[in-house]
């Protein structure tokens, strides 16, 4: 059976930067599109960043240059690293799985993580 399980979330302040982690199991994380999504209160979940069965990567143009996504294949671990964190980056995230390898733009997949708490404030 397919998981993912985030962890890393956290009380930062603005400027500061946090890691995000996915432990996925039940499938090779290097076969799937893998991403991250954000929920912040009030607004629709939208996508963040993913990564390629082959290494692309892709971001959104408001955490372009300030979150760097990567795995650990022999961890079976997704992570986000997040810089400059700034008050708009308050969400919850969530990490995503999708049935395919490939992709040219962040699609939502079928597997979804509970979320892990991004709180940016002072």
């Known amino acids: 059976q397919l998981q993912l399980v985030e962890s890393g979330g956290g009380l930062v302040q603005p400027g500061g930067s946090l890691r995000l982690s996915c432990a996925a199991s039940?499938?090779?994380?290097?076969?799937?599109?893998i991403g991250w999504f954000r929920q912040a209160p009030g607004k629709e979940r939208e996508g963040v960043s993913c990564?390629?069965?082959?290494?692309?990567?892709i971001y959104q143009p408001p955490v372009e240059g300030r979150f760097t996504i990567s795995r650990d294949n022999a961890k079976s671990t997704l992570y986000l690293q997040m810089d400059n964190l700034q008050s708009d980056d308050t969400a919850v995230y969530y990490c995503n799985a999708a049935n395919t390898g490939t992709t040219t733009s962040i699609i939502m997949g079928t597997y979804w993580g509970q979320g892990t708490q991004v709180t940016v404030s002072t």
């Open positions: 039940g499938f090779t994380l290097d076969k799937r599109v």
């Open positions: 990564i390629s069965r082959r290494g692309d990567t």
